[in-house]
């Protein structure tokens, strides 16, 4: 089992920024892609960036040059940098790693960005 735990949601000005971090445990031998996906109310969940184990990186075209992905492999997390937010970045953030061919889901963190 992996354990996936997410940090850094919360409250925002548009403008603003945030941190996230995801930490991922237990059984993580194998562990290669890990990124970020994001749910807004009434839509379906989408891709928002992406970090392979080669440190490759590859972002959704409505955050390319505000997002940054990062991961510390020494600590097993992975970051996600939001500078300049905006209202319409609004949504429930979920951490996504893969181990192998498995696939694994945070619990989700809100993200707020309004005046």
């Known amino acids: 089992q992996v354990q996936l735990v997410e940090s850094g949601g919360g409250l925002v000005q548009p403008g603003g920024s945030l941190r996230l971090s995801c930490a991922a445990s237990g059984s993580i031998f194998g562990l290669n892609t890990m990124g970020w996906y994001r749910q807004a109310p009434g839509k379906e969940r989408e891709l928002v960036a992406g970090?392979?184990?080669?440190?490759?990186?590859n972002y959704a075209e409505s955050v390319k040059g505000r997002f940054t992905i990062s991961r510390d492999d020494a600590i097993n997390t992975v970051y996600l940098q939001m500078n300049s937010l905006k209202p319409e970045d609004t949504a429930v953030y979920y951490c996504n790693v893969k181990v192998f061919s498995y696939v694994y889901w945070g619990q989700g963190t809100q993200v707020t960005v309004s005046s």
């Open positions: 970090i392979t184990s080669g440190g490759t990186t």
